[in-house]
């Protein structure tokens, strides 16, 4: 009884499987899979707590967070802190010193304006030295008035025209003094002048001017005083930006307890508790936001990598599900041993056998495709088994997956059998250990019980690896009719019972089959074609034969030939018919479709020869040629395409009386240019330059087989004498 397994994904409409509709939805579920298996372990947990109340529940904070406003009150308390920021000028100071210069000397000049006048009215009145000058009028105290920026009181006036020149000078001198000392010193607003008026009082202390000199002095050096400590606007702003800059922020740190359990809600801790997202009424976004930028940059990366591949699964829908379905049941995985986290149960994360994923991706899509699909579980992982409330990612769970898939997809590069999966195991279990020593002594303190006990999870995670890999191998197979090389490995068993069948029904078609999976191998091989399907498909591609076994000529030995006694139609209906009723038959024994598709294309639609001739001679009318053809497809594979020529080769040299190497060379050069001529080649992407290397490998590989033997003399009897 021939049981049909389920086919799942393997019928899937072409139109679906090229539709770029289609793909775009499945990198869609792809993001929309790993933001929610992710979601709940990166976004915090909420509470429904009310100020003012008791909390029921020690409430942590999930993530560093910035408390704003308490930031902003103590930046502010900073900025007003500051005092003014006052500068003293020297250009006042020397401004000033000028301005006394000018005093003194319009004094000076009207002293000296007065004198002359004195000296020419005496010169006049016949008066001679010694001269007695006059005393200071109204007139030379109104011009000092108008040309001195201060006003004094006229004693001060009268006091400096009296001086003579000498006076004058030691008193400009003294009062410079005095000025440039006191303001050198700082002169403030308000407060400052008084305590400028007391130091000139104090410098003039010490004088041996006389008294009304002194008074002199002090009333213009004191209106020359001016503040020259101002108030700095630029320099006081600067300040407060600095003090206000200087303030750290006041940040919520990870792991901080924000409120106890029966702890009372105050409204400062109320406050904290929204700030950090952990109120149900006032969440925190910001992590969603994030969760979907990587998920997209995630899913961005595999689409421009796939996209821009050789891969078939860029234009292949049925194998981008396929790699959707690893991924999303190795974040299955995942979960549910996450749930032993949850459950209390420490460093279950070193227990997730995340090397699956990439082993079968490895295995049935790509190498690369799948180290970078381990970097994907690696996050995961990291995010998922966040054990530490205080942190959104665990480097330690990240680095054991990272290293277990690497290994587990270098280790599986070229697989023959299963038993390689099971070895491919024990390397992610060595990985897993190594991986796990390092990062037990980065992140703990040493203890070889705890250590044992995650080496005992290292192992059941690179064999569970390996076990569930060797599960989930037949059913992506099955499903998504994948050939996998140790499915083709499995094909090619002699003990197949469709293989069986052929041996026992059709001998002769089971040994031309032989013949043209050696030939077919060795040409794929060398043109760097897929040599194992080629030869697992030459093993099938003529089981059809066995609906009518002797109306094959391999298969006719010692018997008249069945063609010698029917009509030619008769003859071209059953040869033709022989690949659909083999890919009929493969498919009902649930051989993978490349496979039928080799048995269905080897012929393609080349010309039935003999019987079309035959057909011809038997005929008074013209017989179309498009009668005797194959009705198709051609191949559409170089792997089809081989096993095609092959065949032809293999059963034309087979009638060859005496093959010779020349014989052979000609026999297949001819075969492989009749297929050329005849656009048998035309929609496989076989080159001429492959044609040519194909040729030489089958006269290599067919002068192996009909080699020169040595002709061994018949025994001669030798009478008894």
């Excluded at 910035?66 to 802190?81: C, F, H, P, Q, V």
């Excluded at 969760?291 to 292949?316: D, K, P, Q, W």
């Excluded at 299963?418 to 992140?443: C, D, E, K, Q, T």
Aim: glycine residues 6%; charged residues 20%.
């Amino acid at each position: 009884m021939k049981l049909r397994l389920f086919r799942g994904f393997r019928h899937i409409p072409e139109t679906w499987n090229s539709s770029l509709l289609i793909r775009f939805i499945l990198f869609m579920l792809m993001a929309l899979g790993l933001y929610f298996y992710l979601v709940e372990s990166v976004v915090p947990k909420t509470y429904d707590l009310q100020k003012n109340t008791i909390s029921n529940v020690t409430v942590a904070a999930p993530m560093e967070v910035e408390d704003t406003e308490a930031t902003a009150i103590l930046r502010e308390e900073a900025k007003g802190s500051i005092s003014p920021v006052y500068q003293m000028q020297e250009d006042i100071t020397k401004n000033q010193l000028k301005v006394l210069d000018h005093i003194y000397r319009k004094i000076a000049e009207v002293r000296i304006a007065s004198d002359q006048n004195m000296e020419e009215q005496n010169e006049g009145n016949g008066l001679t030295p010694p001269v007695i000058l006059g005393e200071p009028n109204q007139a030379m105290i109104t011009h000092l008035r108008d040309n001195i920026p201060y006003q004094f009181t006229d004693e001060t006036y009268r006091t400096m025209l009296k001086q003579s020149p000498e006076a004058l000078a030691t008193m400009k001198t003294i009062s410079s003094n005095i000025l440039s000392t006191v303001m050198l010193d700082g002169v403030r607003m308000n407060e400052g002048m008084g305590e400028a008026q007391k130091k000139v009082s104090e410098l003039l202390a010490t004088s041996d001017l006389e008294i009304k000199a002194r008074e002199a002095i002090k009333e213009i050096v004191s209106s020359a005083i001016v503040p020259n400590i101002v108030f700095d606007e630029e320099a006081t702003e600067q300040a407060k930006e600095t003090a206000f800059r200087s303030v750290k922020p006041v940040k919520i740190y990870k792991g901080e307890i924000l409120v106890g359990e029966g702890e009372y809600i105050t409204d400062e801790i109320y406050r904290k508790l929204g700030i950090a997202g952990l109120l149900t009424h006032h969440p925190n976004y910001s992590p969603y936001f994030g969760l979907g930028l990587l998920v997209l940059l995630i899913t961005l990366f595999f689409y421009h990598y796939i996209s821009h591949s050789s891969l078939e699964m860029a234009r292949n829908n049925k194998q981008l599900l396929m790699f959707l379905v690893i991924i999303l049941l190795n974040l299955l995985t995942m979960k549910i041993i996450g749930l032993g986290q949850d459950l209390g149960y420490m460093f279950s994360g070193f227990l997730v056998p995340a090397a699956f994923g990439s082993m079968l991706i490895t295995l049935f899509l790509d190498l690369r495709l799948a180290l970078f699909s381990g970097g994907m579980f690696a996050i995961a992982a990291g995010f998922i088994f966040n054990a530490d409330s205080a942190t959104f990612f665990d480097y330690r769970y990240a680095f054991v997956v990272l290293a277990s898939t690497i290994a587990g997809a270098y280790s599986l590069r070229k697989p023959t059998q299963r038993r390689n999966i099971l070895a491919s195991g024990l390397i992610v279990v060595a990985a897993n250990l190594a991986v796990i020593s390092a990062v037990y002594m980065l992140f703990y303190s040493f203890n070889w019980s705890d250590l044992g006990k995650l080496y005992g999870f290292g192992v059941i995670n690179g064999l569970l690896s390996a076990v569930l890999t060797i599960g989930f191998i037949p059913f992506f197979e099955s499903a998504f009719g994948i050939l996998s090389t140790m499915k083709l490995i499995e094909l090619s068993n002699p003990n197949h019972p469709l293989l069986r069948r052929l041996l026992m029904e059709t001998p002769g078609t089971y040994h031309h089959s032989i013949m043209v999976a050696n030939l077919s191998e060795a040409s794929s091989e060398a043109i760097g074609a897929n040599g194992l399907l080629s030869r697992v498909g030459s093993y099938y591609h003529d089981v059809g034969k066995m609906k009518r076994p002797h109306f094959f000529i391999e298969n006719v030995v010692g018997r008249e030939n069945p063609h010698d006694r029917i009509a030619p139609s008769l003859s071209r209906t059953i040869i033709i018919a022989h690949p659909y009723d083999g890919a009929k038959m493969l498919e009902e024994y649930n051989i993978p479709k490349a496979i039928r598709d080799i048995a269905e294309q080897h012929h393609g639609t080349t010309l039935l020869k003999f019987f079309y001739h035959k057909a011809c001679k038997e005929s008074d009318s013209l017989i179309p040629e498009s009668d005797y053809r194959y009705p198709g497809p051609k191949a559409q594979t170089k792997e089809a395409a081989i096993v095609g020529i092959c065949d032809s080769v293999e059963a034309a040299v087979r009638s060859l009386a005496k093959p010779t190497p020349d014989k052979i060379e000609g026999l297949v050069r001819k075969i492989v240019k009749d297929r050329l001529d005849d656009g048998q080649l035309n929609e496989c992407d076989l080159t001429l330059h492959e044609l040519e290397i194909i040729t030489r490998t089958i006269c290599e590989t067919l002068q192996g087989i009909f080699h020169n033997r040595i002709e061994y003399p018949e025994e001669i009897e030798v009478k008894q004498a």
